[in-house]
């Protein structure tokens, strides 16, 4: 065949002819967002989760419970669990687990009655009154004066300690009187407490370093431990022990710089009656309920009712 034949050869058109836009031959540059989204716009984007719980709330919320004012019992429960739990290694080297118990029931109450800082109050008596009890506790097991347990205390010390408080607490949770009362109620829980640690002290410090210990009865040399034996050193221990605790007090704006004279008089008089109690009638015949968490509960009830008797006195003085 000719090539000029096969050059005039008309082939059909097997494809069709490509067509191209001019947006596809000069592409578009990407386009940029002016703006960032925020955390905000990106949870509207996200699926919607009903159930889902914000630590962020949880946590806001936890803390405008403990900030209820008045507190409650749900805030007082609440706040003193979670600082139980923080607290738990002080807490057990200081008290077995019922006196765990009893005083998580103490610390419950003490925060329903006078908030946060009726709480760090008595926190702050457990911390110093444990510390004082560990000092030298070697020795003291030696001489078999050592508190039982190490120092761990049960539920009838933590009862016997804070009796007198517990009283003061439901009073003014009850609000029984006006609040001149109120206030009354708030020195005599303050003043229970500065009583118990002045004596816890006294007794801890006059084992431990005591040279000279003596009746109060009869001034009779005495070996350390003996009931109702008092040594200087011991004294003049708890006396500070006192004075620390009602100043703790007047810082958390439990009571007035006149009220912190009145817990320290009470609790020097209470201990010195403890002293007398307990030369003249613990464990002597017919006195044999007479144990020392009985004697506490005597001891803290002056006290705490001396403060306040003081307090009226003073008031009706100021009022004549």
């Given amino acids: 065949m000719a090539l000029s034949t096969v050059l005039h050869i008309k082939h059909p058109i097997l494809f069709a002819p490509l067509h191209f836009s001019k947006s596809q031959i000069h592409p578009r540059k990407p386009s940029i967002p002016t703006s960032i989204p925020t955390l905000k716009s990106l949870n509207k984007m996200l699926p919607h989760r009903p159930n889902a719980i914000s630590t962020q709330g949880v946590l806001s919320g936890a803390m405008r419970l403990i900030q209820s004012a008045p507190p409650t019992w749900q805030s007082a429960l609440f706040s003193n669990l979670s600082i139980f739990l923080v607290g738990s290694p002080i807490l057990v080297s200081g008290l077995s687990l019922s006196g765990i118990f009893a005083a998580f029931l103490l610390g419950t109450l003490t925060w329903r009655a006078f908030g946060p800082s009726g709480f760090l109050l008595v926190a702050s008596y457990f911390i110093i009154g444990t510390a004082a009890t560990k000092v030298k506790m070697a020795q003291k097991e030696a001489q078999g004066v050592a508190e039982k347990r190490k120092g761990r205390r049960g539920p009838g010390s933590v009862i016997g300690s804070s009796a007198a408080g517990c009283v003061c607490a439901f009073l003014s949770i009850f609000r029984v009187g006006d609040e001149a009362f109120l206030a009354l109620w708030r020195l005599g829980f ?6 118990k640690l002045s004596d816890t002290v006294s007794s801890e410090i006059g084992k431990a370093y005591g ?3 003596y009746l109060v009865t ?9 009931e109702g034996a008092v040594s200087a050193e011991g004294t003049i221990a708890g ?3 006192s004075i620390l605790l009602a100043s703790i007090g007047c810082l958390m704006g439990e009571i007035n710089v006149p009220e912190v004279v009145i817990c320290v008089i009470a609790s020097q008089i209470a201990n010195v009656g403890e002293s007398i109690i307990g030369a003249a009638f613990q464990d002597k015949e017919g006195f044999q309920w007479l144990n020392n968490d009985a004697v ?3 001891n803290i009830s ?5 403060a306040v008797l003081m307090q009226l006195v003073i008031v009706q003085k100021g009022g004549a």
Avoid: D, W, Y
């Fill in 190 to 195: 303050v003043a229970s407490f500065c009583t």
């Fill in 211 to 213: 040279k000279t210990t």
């Fill in 239 to 241: 006396l500070l022990a």
């Fill in 218 to 226: 009869t001034f009779k040399v005495v070996p350390r431990g003996t």
């Fill in 302 to 306: 002056v006290g705490s009712i001396l």
């Fill in 296 to 298: 506490n509960v005597i």
